[in-house]
């Protein structure tokens, strides 16, 4: 007779489908089969790439392999007039396979790093003929059938929205949902979170990319419906940084921050080696990656950098906590705008005072009408912090004449006065 | 130190080499402290049961070999194992005889020789239905026709998974 122990130990050397399949034969048996170890490694080796098994798996990964197999079930079950199953099982294969196992380039020399400094304004620069080229055989393959579809959209475009392109993507969002939580879980059971998160944050790019070429001749419809049944302004690219942020950066935000707040001491410290700014470099510029919006396509060499979301978050961590005069005049700036890609707000009052003076002087001299600028929030918090009025910071976001360049030169000389 | 004496359960003596504890958890233990000429008593291994494992042990030159592939992707034993001599090892025992042997590799720590028997008895659930594994195995109905029908509804890949490949 089976211990149930033992039966344990005997589903290790079974697949997830027969897992499944063994805990309904009785209640022993779906006992045995309730291990979260045997999930999370089926997890990891059927989607992901390795992870690192270091702390008791959580028993969500069960639920998480469950949803799995009814997502490719239904993947596979999916009927439609315009592919057959085995173009779906092909394509999810593809997709399944790239966040399984990318065809991971060294991350820096995958971007023109020259010219974008991150992955997704990598993609926003480097239009799709440059990315097809990169997978000749997968888009042949799909472009032929992809131009068969067009022509079917053209006959009869609401049916194609509503029998094709809508459960497509309901099947491409739920496969993406599901790996990201399983990704959060990941980091979440991971004793170096960090490297976890950026090893799964690179792999994830990278599938954008590469879904954004397959579904590439698709693309203006998908953007079309998405931003019609879903927000504004919303596209492929940003709908799948959207379920990252949602699943993964908020639920892993606080050890995130924590991390920047380890690297910060470091750097009071002149503790951050070479290999250290390097990934850490590679950590911000995945933030600057989920705060995209179209200016930052700009971002180089563009002073007045506007981005939202978890890189502002994270800036006004860094702000916040470099805002002490004593911590200030240890640190090292090039230390601090190589890791932070922008010059962090690293401001005394006087500094921010003298230039909110020459922003009044030139909004007064030129009578400068506003523009509808969101503003430059490297100035804006840094005001608000220090009482300055809403009005005063809007006065500065409006002008566009602003020597921000010259506003970083002057906050250099001074920390340069005060640290001699 | 170059040889050990063991005392199945039934009292008999086997002597082997002290290498074994390459292979044994327990021994290996055992060995820090070990006397010159002490008995070593194994209380929950059968005399049977004993001579297999050095059976095991001596063909393995006391070294642990490659483990069996995981997950197993046959339900022959033959194709999970890189040395074709460990498929007819696990081959020549019934399921309760490999049981047993679990319970003795268990009792010593030798993790190469359970996985082993571990892996042939996950060869016999191999690619089985639901109802061969409890006619096979005589299990009763434990869930109820409703609970039986949200398990196939809930994991409808249980019945068809065989067919999307």
Known sequence: ??????????????????????????????????????????????????????????????????????????????????????????????????????????????RDYLSFPTLIQDLLGNPNPLERNQYPQVTKKFNTKFNQI??????????????????????IKSQIVNYCKAVDLAIYESISPIEEYMKYWEIYGFTIKKMYTLLYPFMEYFNAELCKNMFENMNFMKFMIQIWIENVFMTRREQIFKE?????????????????????KAFIESFLDLSLNEVTLHFKNHSRLQVKGPYRDIHEKVVEFFNVESTLKKIDLDVLDNLYLVWPCVTYRKIVENVINICRNVVEKENFEASANDGDFLIELKAKNLGFSLEDVHKVDRCLNVPIIGFHDDLRSFHNEKCK | MSEITLVSKEGTKIQISSQFSNLSGFIHNILQDYQQNEDISLASVSFINLQ?????????????PQPPRCPITSPNIADNVSDPWDAEFVNRLNEDQIIDLVTATNFLDMKSLMDLCLAKIACMFKYKDIETLRKEYGITEEFTAEIEEKLKSDFPWAMEAESND
């Open chain 1, 1 to 110: 007779m089976l211990s149930a122990n033992m039966l344990s130990e005997i589903f290790e050397y079974l697949e997830l489908n027969e897992i499944i399949t063994i805990s309904s034969v009785c209640r022993k048996y779906r006992l045995a089969s309730n291990k979260p170890s045997l999930y999370k490694r089926e997890y990891i080796r059927l989607f992901m790439a390795d992870s690192e098994i270091s702390q008791h798996p959580s028993s969500e990964w069960r639920n998480l392999c469950i949803r799995a197999l009814q997502i490719n079930f239904n993947q596979l079950s999916f009927q439609s007039p315009y592919l057959n199953r085995s173009d779906i099982k092909f394509f999810f294969n593809e997709l399944t396979s790239t966040l399984q196992s990318p065809d991971l380039v060294f991350p820096e020399l995958r």
């Open chain 1, 150 to 171: 067009k022509y079917f959209f053209e006959l009869n475009p609401s049916d194609f929205l509503t029998n094709f392109l809508q459960p497509l993507s309901k099947m």
């Open chain 1, 260 to 280: 920047i707040e380890r690297v910060n001491w470091k750097i009071v410290e002149k503790g951050v080696n070479t290999i250290g700014v390097f990934r850490f």
């Open chain 2, 52 to 64: 297999m494992i050095l059976e095991y042990a001596v063909h393995h030159n006391f070294q642990v």
